[in-house]
């Protein structure tokens, strides 16, 4: 089976009736990306910037995070790159800014709530993306936000420094897509206002998940409910794939559920844009991909919120339909 994926390291995520999607890889740094290309990401749909971040002794300056990013978007050799901006929090210190210890940190100070309470370090992060945008496709999204005012708040800062960057260099930037991650359930709920001011929404289901059930996402004792077959939890999923299209947003995931095979058909019936994973999940997920037909994936997604009403059922329903493909 490994054999016949590789043939498709080259091919395009095309499905069985013709419709082209895209299947993009996770990344940590840049060492990831020959790896991601091996392996035959069409993008990257997720670069984590906190590692840039957690190596460092000192904050990363301007200049260093310019390099690292020129030099991730030049390896990708014409693919897009998707950079997230820092997302630390309690649970991820960084050893020159002690943060308070929390209680609740994922409920707490972190992410873009972070990025907006010290504008400098957020400043620094944008220009270094802006500057090196000129080295080829950057697409920037913002972690965690809950609001539209967080939205406006970070949108303005990163205009700003735009503007003066402009000074010199002239009209940089302007091929840069900006999204947001929708991975609190309020921006899940407000999907449809929320469109109308982004390029692009990517689902993070690795938080969304956490929030919507109300389990730590690293609690092994609450882990039954990490359950992405939940049928309300698709019926959320496909709330955000329908608002972002009413708005020509794209929608893409970079949550493990985007890489999940049984969520898969599921996804594709929804009309999820692009589905960004680890490496070594693309090809698997492309051979699927290409023997699926998005009309069926559409009335199996149809069955599963209909006639399902537990996550089992829809792990069945999912596993019954694929022994016929
Ligand atoms: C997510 O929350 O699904 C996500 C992709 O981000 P992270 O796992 O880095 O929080
Ligand atoms: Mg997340």
């Known amino acids: 089976e490994k054999l016949q994926w590789a ?15 895209t299947i993009s890889a996770n990344i940590g740094s840049s060492n990831d990306i020959p790896a991601a290309v091996n392996n035959g990401a069409d993008e990257v749909g997720l670069f984590r910037t906190e590692f840039l971040y957690m190596k460092s002794e000192h ?9 690292a990013y020129k030099d991730a978007v030049e390896s990708l050799a014409g693919k897009t790159l998707v950079v997230r901006t820092l997302d630390i ?12 210890h929390e209680l609740n940190p994922f409920l707490g100070y972190r ?45 303005k800062i990163y205009y700003e420094e735009r503007e003066k960057l402009r000074q010199d260099y002239p009209h940089v930037g302007a091929n840069i897509k900006l999204g947001i991650m929708i991975e609190v359930p309020l921006a899940a709920l407000y999907a449809e206002r929320l469109a ?7 689902i993070g289901t690795n938080d969304l998940i956490q929030y919507c059930f109300a389990a730590d996402r690293g609690n092994a004792s609450v882990s039954y409910l990490y359950q992405p077959l939940n049928p309300p939890f698709l ?7 329908k608002s972002g299209h009413q708005h020509n947003t794209t929608v893409a995931m970079c949550g493990e559920m985007a890489g999940d095979r049984l969520a898969l058909p599921l996804l594709m019936g929804m009309g999820l844009d692009e589905y960004s994973m680890s490496a070594t999940s693309i090809l698997r997920t492309r051979s699927m991909m290409r023997n699926l037909d998005i009309n069926e994936c559409q009335k199996l997604y149809h069955d599963a919120v209909t006639k399902c009403e537990t996550a089992n ?5 999912v596993e019954e339909w694929l022994k016929n493909k």
């Open 7 to 21: 043939k498709l390291v080259n091919s395009p995520s095309v499905t069985k009736d013709g419709q082209q999607l």
């Open 59 to 67: 904050l990363p300056t301007e200049d260093e995070q310019f390099q």
């Open 89 to 100: 929090g309690g649970d991820k210190p960084l050893t020159f800014m002690p943060l308070p």
């Open 111 to 155: 992410a873009i709530r972070i990025s907006l309470d010290r504008p400098s370090m957020f400043r620094t992060q944008l220009r270094a993306l802006i500057r090196a945008s000129q080295f080829g496709q950057i697409n920037i999204m913002f972690p965690m936000i809950t609001t539209l005012e967080e939205l406006r708040s970070a949108k």
């Open 196 to 202: 109308k001011e982004v390029d692009f929404f990517s």
């Open 235 to 241: 019926k959320l999923i496909d709330h955000i794939i």
């Open 313 to 317: 059922q829809v792990h069945d329903l």
